[in-house]
């Protein structure tokens, strides 16, 4: 059968919907944490970061949240566009390690229009 | 503009055959990395460099080879010694220090022919 590493979850929002993307982490010392955009055939895109001693932190049209006891990150995207489709994805940076990032394997957004 | 370029985007290896992958940034990043991406999975770490004639191994280094003879090239050379090439590879930069984003060239997709 099919690796189970093949399938993304997709997350289908309706255009002009706010859609958010979870990503849970697993180092408790991870002290630095960015979002990603992928599109097809492209290199990731940095959207927006944040550091382990916020909770909160808003780009334009998105907001990062971090919420350090349950080791969880959320990016929300107000107002979604078509353009937002893509695959998401989060990084922590692991400082103990000599601040090697770790990749999550990603979420898939499709926006319906 | 400032950016990562990374060439060519598509490549064809043939059987016990070295193929060398480029990736030029004029960011004056001193810090860059070479990961691996596979369908559904994230990014692995290569290779990885922090500053010109130095480099070290990232998680999955056998059967690659990489030189950092200029601040701004960090070739990676997938070796016949790698039976599994087929992949997306991603070429990336930074400033050095904790708490910096990667950014990332356009890729190159290699195949086996």
């Known amino acids: 059968g099919e690796s189970v590493g093949l399938h993304l979850p997709t997350l289908s929002v309706q255009e002009g919907d706010n859609s958010i993307i979870n990503c849970a982490y697993s180092n408790s010392a991870s002290d630095y944490f960015i979002w990603y955009k992928q599109e097809s055939g492209k290199g990731p895109q940095f959207i927006i970061d944040i550091r382990s001693n916020m909770d909160k932190r808003q780009g334009q049209r998105v907001t990062v949240l971090l919420n350090k006891t349950v080791k969880h990150l959320s990016l929300q995207i107000a107002a979604t566009q078509p353009g937002d489709s893509a695959v998401y994805f989060c990084a922590e940076n692991l400082r103990e390690y000599g601040n090697k990032l770790v990749f999550g394997a990603g979420t898939i957004l499709r926006v319906k229009s | 503009d400032g950016g990562i370029t990374q060439s060519p985007k598509y490549l064809f290896r043939k059987e016990g055959q070295n193929v060398t992958l480029s990736c030029e940034q004029n960011?004056?990043?001193?810090?860059m990395y070479w990961y691996r991406q596979d369908p559904g999975q994230g990014l692995r770490l290569i290779y990885y460099s922090q500053i010109v004639n130095d480099f070290q191994k990232g998680d999955i280094a056998e059967g690659y080879s990489v030189s950092r003879e200029k601040k701004e090239s960090f070739p990676l050379t997938v070796t016949s010694a790698q039976k599994n090439p087929t992949a997306f590879y991603l070429c990336?930069?930074?400033?050095?220090?904790?708490?910096?984003?990667?950014?990332f060239g356009d890729g190159t997709r290699l195949s086996i022919l």
């Open positions: 960011l004056n990043h001193d810090a």
């Open positions: 990336a930069s930074s400033a050095t220090g904790g708490g910096q984003p990667q950014h």
